[in-house]
């Protein structure tokens, strides 16, 4: 009864989360063409370097999960997630992409992290989910709510620096929906508190095709 009543509390989430990023959605035009830069990317500080290199591999690697759990897992409420997340993903990438096109930044599309999508690829059901759920909705978010945060407070880059701070509450509201899903995909059923993320790391090797 308590585990029904956790699902339908995180169904209501999801469905306000959606409403955010609906309400967001005129937030994301945030008016770039107000900004000028002519950068180049070896122009770019450390910090904003390391936002567009993580931003870029990581949306590559989340979208591919993402689209994996839809067919890999069987918890509706993972799936849901995952389908928010594709849906909210390339309304960002979009405006990401402006931004970085905007400050005159030459870059080569991304790949995915292969070694986290392949490793996904091999699980499914509850196995899917656990991993699924710790590698990008929570260790992925966390490290990604960090980024736009420093970005958005220590940024150099005008452009890149709005969009950070008008990214960060759709940025915020995945991780909070990430990390209720926890207890719903662990087979322990341990509590929130109790239960450490893995730690995501994207391989460096895996952010440009220069081929």
């Known amino acids: 009864m308590q585990h029904f009543a956790r699902q339908n509390k995180l169904c209501v989430a999801l469905m306000v989360g ?13 008016h770039i063409e107000h900004i000028s830069s002519t950068e180049s990317l070896t122009d770019l500080s450390p910090i904003d370097r390391e936002f567009i290199d993580f931003n870029e ?9 993402s689209k994996l759990a839809l067919s890999q897992s069987s918890n509706p409420l993972v799936q849901k997630f995952a389908s928010q997340l594709i849906s909210d993903h390339q309304k960002i990438i979009k405006q990401l992409d402006a931004a970085i096109l905007h400050s005159k930044v030459n ?7 292969m070694q986290i999508v ?3 690829k091999k699980l499914k059901d509850a196995e899917f989910d656990r991993a699924y759920v710790g590698n990008i909705a929570v260790a992925g978010k966390h490290r990604e709510v960090d980024l736009f945060e420093r970005e958005a407070s220590q940024g150099k880059n005008e452009t890149l620096k709005a ?24 087979e322990d059923r341990e509590s929130p508190s109790d239960m450490k993320p893995p730690p995501l790391i994207v391989s460096t090797s895996a952010k440009r095709d220069t081929a």
């Open 18 to 30: 959606s409403f955010i990023i609906g309400s967001a959605k005129a937030d994301e035009r945030y």
């Open 57 to 65: 591999v990581f949306n590559a690697t989340e979208f591919a999960a």
């Open 118 to 120: 392949d490793n996904l």
């Open 163 to 186: 969009f950070a701070t008008r990214m960060l509450p759709i940025i915020h509201s995945h991780l909070s929906l990430g990390e209720r899903l926890i207890p719903v995909v662990r």
């Open 107 to 113: 870059i080569s599309p991304s790949n995915p992290d």
